[in-house]
């Protein structure tokens, strides 16, 4: 590997960053809990979330194939669910707002055909958008009539952080969950997290939750504090599910350099494999959602999973050079979720985002000039008002209008170049 000083002063900086994870591997897996065998050769490997014999990768259904009316491709959604459910694949994580609920409905779809003890289904409760206790209601109602499954495997709480927990303490969010737990429409009770570790801890200590969804990946480990929240979690014995594995995609095209880096070590490896397999290793790691749109991606994940392969020291060591290489050149952290949209106005912010991102990682000033020129008027940087809407809602708390003045400033500075 041909690595300048100051480039393996870096890399090992990230180890060092990175090494906690090693020793957590063996001393932190909560007891009882041994690591389980693919059930056949061939098929996913499983864990145990809750005391339930989950397929260790999830489906995420958040980012779903579009056809061109912008609406789910079904056929093709069916096509990866079948082929997911064929190789052992049981986990299906969805949510109220994912493609403004047409995720749950065709998701409800292709499973309500199967029989319902063969599958698990993951929804959530964006208190946000419930806003009140008859919203909680109505949104709860709403879910499983779109989904037709009469009750949810696991129910979480969707995204919260301070704000949201606040919310869902005076509009008694929990409290209705807990009916429904009662009642059977909920088997197991967690919530998904975006915030400083440090909000997590009044959300810990409110109930005994059975399971947490983080947004953990490695290059997340220290720079978004994922590290703290799964050490919060694995001291109270809680089973981690992962959210954002690969970072809304930038570590499966990571940059020239950092791919150079992980094929020297594994040729036939793509850098999506190194990212689940990296989070994959985490011993409370119990489920690992990706949101595969793609047939080559879904095949790419079940060879992974099939079964997985921890990692060793020395891939470690390869990730963190890779990692090294690839913070050079990453902008803006966007991982593409779309919680920030729609904006009022109509700019375009993540795809802004995805075109600057790969512009920053690739250099490459026409594609970036004409991809962003493509862009309708209302959609680009320069048409932001600064109302400061999106900022609310990005769970990566990315100062959005900044970014994209700076984003306007460049393209016009670029375009009078050329
Ligand atoms: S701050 Fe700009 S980009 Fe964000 S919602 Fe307002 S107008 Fe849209
Ligand atoms: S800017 Fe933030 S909220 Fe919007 S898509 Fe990117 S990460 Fe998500």
Known sequence: MNMTRREFLKSAALLAALAPFARLRAQDAPAGDAPEKPRTAGSLTRRTLAGESVSLLGFGCMRLPRGENGKIDRALANRLWSRYVEAGGNYFDTAYMYHDGESEAAL?????????????LVDKMPVWMARTEDGVKRVFEEQLERTKAEYFDFYLMHALGRGNWELAQRIRALEF????????????????????????????EAYDWELAMIQLNYQDWTRYRSKEQYEKLVAKGIDVAVMEPLRGGALARLNDSAKAVLRQADPDASPASWAFRWVASLPAVKVVNSGMGRESDLEDN???FSPLRELDDAERGAIAAA???????QAVPCTACRYCMPCPVGVSIPEIFALWNAYKAEGNKRRFVSGYGNLPD?????????????????????????????????????????
């Open 108 to 120: 409800g779809e292709f499973l309500s055909k199967r029989p319902r003890s063969s599958y698990f």
């Open 177 to 204: 969950l807990l009916e429904k737990k009662k009642e059977g429409r909920i088997r197991h009770l967690g919530f998904s997290f975006h915030d400083e570790p440090e909000a997590m801890d009044p959300i810990l």
């Open 302 to 304: 079940l060879r992974t």
């Open 323 to 329: 990692l090294a290489a690839f913070q050079r050149t």
């Open 378 to 418: 209302e959609a680009r940087a320069a048409s932001c008002v600064r109302c400061m809407r999106c900022t609310k809602h990005c769970p990566q708390q990315i100062a959005i209008p900044d970014e994209l003045a700076k984003i306007a400033a460049e393209y016009d500075a670029l375009k009078a170049e050329a």
